[in-house]
């Protein structure tokens, strides 16, 4: 049987990922891949496993790559690697050989100290099996709607204000426009949220980039040169790339088109009734016609996480009531995350402490215990990579 070995990528080999990636996402566009490979690669990590005989000669077998966000954890911040790029050359699946990666990539963050992952699942049966649960707190919903409207609520009345009236108008964003679009969405997500991606102005450098990669943007809500929305979009398919006209500051489809909305920020909570309606306004402001729009559709991108190191992760939580568990904990692939713990959650933030074995009250895997904790935690993570 031929030996295989798990490693870092190097800077310089991280292209060589492509042709694996074009091969197993077909459905990601040339322009996407382009974008990908320009942003995402300059400060990600790529796992890999690589087959081989003679340990100068490696062929690619499984890739995974760990693109890293700053999160607002409670107040806290934190770099934490979202799991993306998952990927398995046909011949090489149902051999183990991705569980091997994936356990490489999560220990290597508990010696690190980081204290959880996440990541978009494909098929979330097979991330159960590694630990990974859904946030229980994501969005104001569950599914669609509510999710992109989690963010959305701060202090004026979007509705009685009237988005038709003379004083709001929409427009596409511009690069100039990045430090505002910074300002705003940290502002609305810190009201909201107990767990985000922190913005920066490179994050929306590179968003402008990402949606144009999806012949999508930014648009801006502005009245009396205040910011008081922002809706990102895309488009759900490329079949109309051709007859759009790529002129800097407009997207313009003469093809009955699907659209994504990615990202819907507003000033105000609106009901969800009210979320197409809007859309609609935005999308005339660049000359895409409610004719000539075949469907809307609203990002439901509902994350999984998975702890890494539960002495790091416990104290960066926070609950509005004072609860305690006296538990034993297992994990399959961490052991430094099993034992018998005290862990308490209050206003002021979380401890954990070893305890006896006879002090135990419960035992949970990790899986149970990622729910238990996080609970209460409302939690917005949006990205498509």
């Not at 459905?27 to 003679?54: A, C, L, P």
């Not at 509705?159 to 910074?182: C, E, S």
């Amino acid at each position: 049987m031929e030996e295989s070995r798990v490693r870092y990528l190097t800077q310089k080999e991280k292209q060589d990922t492509r042709p694996m990636y074009e091969a197993v996402f077909p459905e990601d566009s040339q322009e996407f891949v382009d974008y990908y490979y320009h942003w995402k690669t300059r400060d990600n990590e790529i796992i890999v496993m690589e087959g081989t005989e003679d340990f100068e000669d490696s062929n690619l077998q499984v890739m995974l790559h760990l693109n890293p966000y700053t999160l607002c954890i409670n107040g806290k911040y934190q770099t934490i690697s979202y799991i993306v790029a998952v990927a398995t050359f046909p011949k090489f699946r149902r051999q183990g050989k991705m569980n091997q990666v994936m356990e490489y990539a999560l220990r290597d963050m508990e010696r690190k100290k980081v204290p959880f992952t996440f990541l978009l699942p494909a098929d979330p049966a097979y991330y159960r099996g590694q630990g990974f649960v859904y946030f229980p707190c994501q969005g104001l919903q569950s599914v669609g709607e509510g999710k992109v409207m989690k963010a959305s609520s701060m202090d004026i009345d979007y509705t009685k204000q009237g988005p038709l009236a003379n004083k709001f108008h929409w427009r596409l964003a511009q690069i100039q426009d990045v430090y505002r679009m910074t300002l705003f969405s940290n502002r609305v997500l810190l009201q909201r949220c107990d767990i985000f991606i922190m913005r920066n102005c490179h994050y929306y450098q590179r968003l402008l980039a990402e949606t144009a990669a999806e012949h999508g943007g930014v648009l801006l809500l502005e009245a009396q040169e205040q910011l008081f929305g922002m809706l990102t979009y895309a488009f759900a398919d490329h079949q109309c790339s051709g007859n759009i006209d790529h002129s800097y500051g407009g997207n313009i489809c003469r093809n009955r088109v699907k659209i994504e909305i990615k990202e819907l920020l507003l000033r105000t909570s609106i009901p969800p009734k009210e979320m197409e309606k809007i859309c609609l306004e935005a999308l005339s402001s660049i000359e895409i016609d409610n004719r000539e729009i075949e469907s809307i559709t609203f990002s439901d991108s509902q994350t999984m996480v998975r702890i890494t190191t539960l002495e790091t992760f416990v104290p960066m939580l926070k609950c509005e009531k004072v609860c305690s568990f006296f538990v034993k904990v297992t994990d399959s692939i961490i052991d430094s995350n099993c034992g018998c713990f005290e862990i308490q959650l209050g206003p002021d933030g979380g401890r954990i402490e070893k305890i006896s074995e006879k002090s135990v009250q419960c035992e949970m895997d990790i899986a149970e215990l990622t729910k238990e904790l996080l609970r209460e935690t409302s939690v917005y993570l949006n990205e498509w990579v």
